[in-house]
Nanobody, 117 residues
Framework: VQLMVESGGGLVPPGGSLRLSCAAS????????AAWYRQAPGKQRQLVAK???????TYEDSVKDRFIISRDDAESRVYLQMTSLKLEDTGVYYC???????????WGQGTQVTVSL
């Protein structure tokens, strides 16, 4: 059973925008902090944004003021609106729930974001 299913990636030029979506199995998001991670080529997976159950958001410095994380608990979805994309935003993006810095669910397949001229 796939718990987290990411979608919305694609190929965009620098300065472009994308909106990623994560469909979580029912109940997973309840009271949980949700997060988006990015795995750039040749690098480890890195948390880029997270949102608590009460809507408090935190961002990695490189994406502040460009990315917005949101959630819809009624639909069991988490979103990542990405604007002003840069070459270094390229990578596979994953969503998960996180507790004390530790991802809680089995990783999904992710969605590829490629920023290229």
């Amino acid at each position: 059973v796939q718990l987290m299913v990411e979608s919305g990636g694609g190929l965009v030029p620098p300065g472009g925008s994308l909106r990623l979506s994560c469909a979580a199995s029912r109940g997973i998001l309840r009271f949980a902090t949700a997060a988006w991670y990015r795995q750039a080529p040749g690098k480890q997976r890195q948390l880029v944004a997270k949102i608590t159950s009460d809507g408090t958001t935190t961002y990695e410095d490189s994406v502040k003021d460009r990315f917005i994380i949101s959630r819809d608990d009624a639909e069991s979805r988490v979103y990542l609106q990405m604007t002003s994309l840069k070459l270094e935003d390229t990578g596979v993006y994953y969503c998960n729930t996180v507790h004390r810095g530790v991802p809680q669910q089995r990783w999904g397949q992710g969605t590829q974001v490629t920023v290229s001229l």
